[in-house]
């Protein structure tokens, strides 16, 4: 039964690093630092984990949306600032790949209120 409990914790820690993962691999270095002070913070002294192991808080989970937007917005700009088809192509691929992250996100918010 341990084993499981400690398993169930790392999957809110691996949810982080696919994030990170995510972040990257859109260079986006920022958001680098933001997610990895996430989970600096998360060894501090006095964290506590989530009432529900291995899952994200609400607060977090909107933060992370909130990050995603964010990014989303700032591709966004680029995009419309450049006639590059290449660049243009990159970009969109970038914003399709956060628009699957941030369904998952919003999935993983629903499933809080069920």
Same mark, same amino acid.
């Given at each position: 039964?341990?084993?499981?409990?400690?398993?169930?914790?790392?999957?809110?820690? @691996?949810?982080? $690093?696919?994030?990170?993962?995510?972040?990257?691999?859109?260079? !986006? #270095? =920022?958001? %680098?630092?933001?997610?990895?002070?996430?989970?600096?913070?998360?060894?501090?002294?006095?964290?506590?984990?989530?009432?529900?192991?291995?899952?994200?808080?609400?607060?977090?989970?909107?933060?992370?949306?909130?990050?995603?937007? @964010?990014?989303? $917005?700032?591709?966004?700009?680029?995009?419309?600032?450049?006639? !590059? #088809? =290449?660049? %243009?192509?990159?970009?969109?691929?970038?914003?399709?790949?956060?628009?699957?992250?941030?369904?998952?996100?919003?999935?993983?918010?629903?499933?809080?209120?069920?």
């Amino acid at each position: 039964m341990k084993h499981r409990d400690t398993e169930l914790t790392s999957l809110s820690l @691996d949810d982080y $690093l696919d994030i990170l993962n995510l972040a990257i691999h859109l260079g !986006d #270095q =920022e958001w %680098q630092a933001d997610i990895i002070r996430t989970l600096h913070h998360r060894t501090e002294p006095g964290y506590r984990e989530p009432a529900k192991p291995g899952e994200c808080t609400e607060q977090e989970l909107w933060q992370c949306v909130d990050q995603i937007n @964010d990014r989303m $917005l700032a591709l966004y700009k680029e995009l419309k600032s450049t006639d !590059d #088809q =290449e660049t %243009q192509r990159k970009l969109l691929d970038q914003m399709w790949e956060l628009k699957i992250a941030r369904v998952e996100v919003f999935r993983k918010i629903c499933s809080i209120y069920q």
